[in-house]
Nanobody
Framework: QVQLVESGGGSVPPGGSLRLSCVASGYTYASYVMAWFRQAPGGAREGVAAFYVTSGYIKYTDSVKGRFTISHDKSKNTLYLQMNNLKPEDSGLYYC???????????????????WGQGTQVTVSS
């Protein structure tokens, strides 16, 4: 089992930036794909970005392309999400997730991931 702990959320005005971090511990070699999801109140959990640990392949959902950057520091077992030019619709609870091999491309659905963090709140408001 992989344990995940997120940090870095907060409240910013539109156009602001935040950097989320997710530290992994435990069975980290079982993390073949790691991803960031977000969930607004009353909404479904949405995949934001995915990082394939072995290949370095990266995938973003269309609404964040050009604004968000996902990265991974293997030496620190840490996944990052740099978020720039934030918009009110980016608000929500952001989760880090870890899963096994995913043979297709794109961001795997939430059901694929076996480990989740507790979430960190991002609020974008003027």
């Amino acid at each position: 089992q992989v344990q995940l702990v997120e940090s870095g959320g907060g409240s910013v005005p539109p156009g602001g930036s935040l950097r989320l971090s997710c530290v992994a511990s435990g069975y980290t070699y079982a993390s073949y794909v790691m991803a960031w999801f977000r969930q607004a109140p009353g909404g479904a959990r949405e995949g934001v970005a995915a990082f394939y640990v072995t290949s370095g392949y990266i995938k973003y959902t269309d609404s964040v392309k050009g604004r968000f950057t996902i990265s991974h520091d293997k030496s620190k077992n840490t996944l990052y999400l740099q978020m720039n030019n934030l918009k009110p619709e980016d608000s929500g609870l952001y989760y880090c997730a870890s899963g096994s091999v995913w043979v297709s491309d794109g961001i795997p659905p939430p059901s694929h991931f076996t480990s989740w963090g507790q979430g960190t709140q991002v609020t974008v408001s003027s």
